[in-house]
């Protein structure tokens, strides 16, 4: 696991950490009456999430509700963003029957629907389709990775039900400009009697962002910030199916999710899709909250990021043998407000006859795993396959190193002989009658190629 960088997912645990994962296994995390200490540790855990994110303090609200922040640990983002896009799909039909007199959007013939960018995860296909929500696609460019405020608004209409941003999208890890496009939409609610909010995606980058000083405003600082999800099991360090959301608010968003059980032995509020399940991702979640800290996240943000710097650095030195011109264009935002992450391209201007994931293929070999995939998506509205960006074609192929917490400097460094090594290894193949694409790299149905890494959410 420690060479596996195509994957965001934490897989590597201490012994302490194992025996608490195997403890939350003989509970029934729904059974709140049962287990009333399990639960105070979802709680505390949720609290701690929601004071990281800024989640603003209603002293009434917090003490009705048992001390705890609006929101739910869940099985990993996919359903912390499901339950998200229903609260503000509720929240929606509520301010549109107002409007209307009282009709219903679906009396009236009209169909929610979601602005985002063409690099959201799989998670968001899924409530694009259980839900019956038109997603309106937002493409980049190749130079950016990210929604421009000036594509956002004029996607938006009286039945947008809300704006996803992306805190570290899974292909290059940039962040998505919230506080900018949160102005925008202040601005348009004003003009057009609207209530569009913002949604933060911060699947990747929700233990990240926290610890980068002088990043501007994207958690619920910025007003239009109405919720935030992020994968437990990421860069919080937790096991595979841990997720957290955290709402704003219960008025007109959390009151939409929850569902009260009282057939359990007593009455108790749920507010997440899935209901049994073990407390093995809460129970790990705590320990790494209490082992680590504040200060031990920032210390492993501050090493993943530096770690990124020299695999990103020894990416950059490399030159074609032949023309002396960079072998690889990089893509990502660099050393500082972004995700751990590295990702570049096969230098187009060489004109090389094999592609990324070649390159990827022939690197797997050393047993170095990268992300290579090409640039390409399937387009729910249409059922085609489409470019992911406005100036790059469908077929054209990029790599991504996502570093965690177990990669070492030593271990970067020795990745970037493997990159060396490959590169020529694939030189000398082509030279030698090689015929590169061999094996048919296939765009994922639901959601993008590269985002297996959300596919445990």
């Not at 809460?282 to 993943?304: E, I, P, T």
């Not at 960079?326 to 090389?352: E, Q």
Request: glycine share 8%; with cysteine; aromatic share 10%.
């Amino acid at each position: 696991e420690r060479l596996n960088t195509s994957s965001y997912v934490n897989v590597v645990f201490e012994k302490e950490e194992q025996e608490v994962a195997l403890m939350g296994l003989g509970i029934n995390l729904a059974d709140q009456n049962v287990y009333p200490n399990s639960w105070q540790i979802h709680n505390d855990c949720l609290n701690m999430v929601a004071k990281l994110w800024n989640c603003p303090y209603h002293k009434e609200e917090f003490e009705k509700y048992g001390n705890v922040f609006p929101g739910a640990g869940t099985v990993g983002s996919t359903e912390a963003c499901l339950l998200a896009g229903i609260a503000l799909k509720k929240r929606w039909e509520a301010w549109f029957k107002e409007k209307h007199e009282g009709k219903s959007p679906m009396a009236m013939g009209k169909k929610p629907n979601l602005v985002i960018s063409t690099l959201y995860q799989a998670a968001w296909e899924k409530l694009f389709r259980y839900m019956d929500i038109e997603p309106r696609l937002i493409k980049g460019t190749l130079a950016e990775f990210k929604l421009n405020p000036k594509d956002v608004i004029p996607e938006i209409d009286e039945c947008t039900i809300g704006v996803v941003c992306i805190m570290g999208n899974h292909y290059g890890g940039q962040y998505d400009p919230v506080q900018e496009i949160a102005k925008a939409l202040e601005k348009l609610n004003t003009e057009k009697g609207y209530q569009v909010g913002i949604h933060v995606d911060a699947a990747s980058g929700g233990f990240i962002a926290p610890f980068q000083p002088n990043l501007p405003p994207w958690d619920f600082r910025v007003p239009q910030v109405l919720s935030i999800s992020a994968s437990g099991h990421k860069f919080g360090q937790s096991c595979a199916g841990t997720g957290w959301v955290v709402w704003r608010q219960r008025e007109g968003l959390a009151a939409h999710i929850a569902i009260n059980v009282t057939y359990l032995g007593g009455s108790t509020d749920s507010y997440t899709l899935n209901f049994s399940r073990p407390a093995t991702g809460v129970y790990v979640q705590y320990y790494k909250f209490l082992r680590l800290g504040k200060a031990g996240y920032q210390s492993l943000c501050d090493n993943m990021m530096g770690v990124a710097k020299i695999i990103r650095d020894g990416i950059k030195a490399m030159k074609g043998k032949k023309t002396g011109k960079p072998l690889f264009r990089l893509l990502d935002d660099g050393d500082t407000h972004c995700l751990p992450v590295v990702s570049a391209m096969i230098n187009p201007d060489l004109g090389i006859k094999y592609d990324d994931i070649d390159f990827q293929n022939m690197l797997a070999t050393t047993h170095w795993y990268v992300s290579g995939y090409r640039l390409g998506f399937h387009d729910p509205n249409t059922e085609e396959t489409v470019a992911l960006f406005k100036d790059t074609d469908k077929n054209q192929t990029m790599f991504r190193v996502v570093v965690k917490a177990n990669m070492t400097a030593s271990l970067a460094k020795d990745l970037l002989k493997k990159i060396a090594h490959c590169i020529d290894r694939c030189d000398h193949a082509v030279e030698n009658g090689w015929k590169p694409h061999l094996r048919f790299h296939k765009v994922r149905k639901i959601g993008h190629p590269g985002s297996h890494a959300h596919s445990t959410c």
